[in-house]
C-alpha cells in the first residue's frame, strides 16, 4: 500500500478514536447514576467505534450471526487485539484483557473507559478478583467475552483451553457460547499470520503500522450453533476447546511458523 493510504488510515484511525472518547465524555456525566442508561451509552460508543475502525482498516467480516441471547458468556480463540474490534463491532459485551493492556497507547485508554475486566496473568490469587467480577457483570445482564487460550496465538491451531474463568460457570452451570475468528489478507500483502495475527515477540506500535499497510482484511467469525454447560471446568474446558476447533479456520497453513511463546500465562488450573 502507498505511504499516503498509510498515512490516511493512521490519521483517520486516530481521528475516529478521539472523536468517539470526546463523544463519550460528553455525555457520560448525564447518565453516570443510571445504571441502564449507563450501559446502554458505553455499548453505542464501543460497538460504533468499532464498526468504524472496521471500515477505516478495510476489515470484511464474514460471519453466520448465531448471536447468543444476553446474558451470554462467550469464549473464543484470540489472534490479535483485532478480535475486539471484530467481536465489539458485532456484540455488546464487556472483555476479559490481560492487566498490560491498560497501558497501551490509545486501546488502553478506550478499554478502560468500556468496562474491560483486567486480570494479572502472572497472579493465580487474580484469579477469584476477576471470576467474581464475571458473575457480577453476568446478573447485572452484561456479556462476557473470554479468550481461554490465554494469549494471542499465530492462528495456526487453537491452544488447549485454561479453564481458571471458567470458573464460574461451571460452579452455576451456566451456558457457555463459543465463536472462532480467522483472518486472510489479499494475494501481495504480508500474510495474515504476520500481519494480523499479534504473538510471539511483536510489538504494538509496528505491529499496528503493519495493519495500515494491509490493503484489506478478510475476517471470518463463526459463532456455534449451540451452548455447553458442565459443572466441571476442566472438562467444559476440554469440550469447548474441542468445539471451537470444529469450526476454527487457519490464518495459514500448519508448521508454516513456529509454535508461539505463551508470554507468561500461568494461570493453568
Known sequence: MQPFSVITKAIAF???????????????PFVYFFLRPKRQWRNFIFRNWARTIVKI?????????????????????????????????QLDCVFIAKREIKSWPVFGLLSRSMDTIFIDRTRAADIPRVNAL???????????????????????EVWPFKPSLLEPA??????????SI????????????LSVCWWGKMTLMPHLLG?????????????????????????????LHEAVTTIFMPSTEP???PRAVASGWNLVN
Open 211 to 239: 495493519i495500515f499497510r494491509l490493503s484489506a482484511i478478510e475476517a471470518t467469525l463463526t459463532f456455534g450453533e449451540e451452548t455447553l454447560q458442565g459443572t466441571d471446568r476442566k472438562e467444559l474446558a476440554k469440550r
Open 255 to 257: 508448521d508454516t511458523v
Open 14 to 28: 486516530s481521528l475516529a478514536t478521539i472523536g468517539f472518547y470526546l463523544f463519550w465524555l460528553l455525555f457520560a
Open 182 to 193: 480467522s483472518y486472510r489478507t489479499p494475494p501481495g500483502d504480508v500474510p495474515a499470520h
Open 134 to 156: 464475571i458473575v457480577e457483570t453476568l446478573q447485572s445482564q452484561q456479556n462476557i467475552v473470554v479468550f481461554p487460550e490465554g494469549t494471542s496465538t499465530a492462528g495456526t
Open 57 to 89: 482498516l478495510g476489515i470484511k467480516i464474514h460471519t453466520n450471526a448465531i448471536v447468543p441471547a444476553t446474558p451470554f458468556f462467550l469464549v473464543s480463540n484470540h489472534l490479535s487485539y483485532i478480535d475486539i474490534i471484530v467481536l465489539a463491532s
Open 170 to 179: 461451571a460452579r452455576g452451570n451456566f451456558p457457555v457460547a463459543y465463536a
